[in-house]
């Protein structure tokens, strides 16, 4: 079992900038996949930026050259550094941890990003 708790959500006005963490317990030994997914309302979870356990990285067009997402091995903490926010990333953002077979999310932490 993974337990993951997301923060660093907030109020932010357009062009500024949140870094995101989600921090994980548990068997995490058995995970290769850390990945963002947002929701905004009315609208289907979608995928932000993922990382591998081997340093791959992978991000939403919406999203590259704007947002970053990285990992510190040590503090089992996958983090999204987000610039350039616009309204449009306004969304609950989740963390999700996976492997072939499992998959956990986090609670989810909202973002709001005024005009």
């Known amino acids: 079992q993974v337990h993951l708790v997301e923060s660093g959500g907030g109020l932010v006005q357009s062009g500024g900038s949140l870094r995101l963490s989600c921090a994980a317990s548990g068997s995490i030994f058995s995970i290769n996949v850390m990945s963002w997914y947002r929701q905004a309302p009315g609208k289907r979870r979608e995928l932000v930026a993922a990382?591998?356990?081997?340093?791959?990285?992978n991000y939403a067009d919406s999203v590259k050259g704007r947002f970053t997402i990285s990992g510190d091995n040590a503090k089992n903490t996958v983090y999204l550094q987000m610039n350039s926010l616009k309204p449009e990333d306004t969304a609950v953002y989740y963390c999700?941890?996976?492997?072939?077979?499992?998959?956990?999310w986090g609670q989810g932490t909202q973002v709001t990003v005024s005009s």
């Open positions: 999700r941890y996976s492997n072939s077979r499992q998959e956990y």
């Open positions: 990382i591998t356990r081997g340093g791959n990285t």
